[in-house]
């Protein structure tokens, strides 16, 4: 799978999910998550990001290693809803990105 990683926190570009042909880039409140099981390793994502926020997993910068856990709960809840357009922004984050301080400069 691919990770969405810090630098998409509080900036939510967006440019991603136009990409994604399956339509796994879910919305949070402060940034999107990538399905891991939905996810096809197409990687159309990664390039159309601005901030350089999404990575293959074997590629994620360690400093951001748990953002792939991040990323694989927080869809606990959401189980795999097949498709992000029809949800929207789900309102909610990972617990970790929930507490992280205001990301914008
Ligand atoms: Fe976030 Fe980059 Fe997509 S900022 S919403 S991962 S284009
Ligand atoms: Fe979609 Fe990116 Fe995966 S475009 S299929 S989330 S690699």
């Not at 606990?76 to 949800?87: I, M, N, T």
């Not at 929207?88 to 990301?103: E, F, R, S, V, Y």
């Amino acid at each position: 799978t691919y990770v969405i990683a810090q630098p998409c926190v509080d900036v939510k570009d967006k440019a991603c999910i136009d990409e994604c042909p399956v339509d796994c880039i879910y919305e949070g409140e402060r940034s999107l998550y990538i399905h891991p099981d939905e996810c096809v390793d197409c990687g159309a994502c990664e390039p159309a990001c601005p901030v350089e926020a999404i990575y293959y997993e074997d590629d994620v910068p360690e400093e951001w290693s748990e953002y792939y856990t991040a990323n694989v709960d927080f869809f606990d809840e959401l189980g795999s809803p097949g498709g992000a357009a029809k949800l929207g922004n789900t309102g909610t984050d990972h617990p970790m990105i929930a507490a992280l301080p205001p990301q914008n400069q």
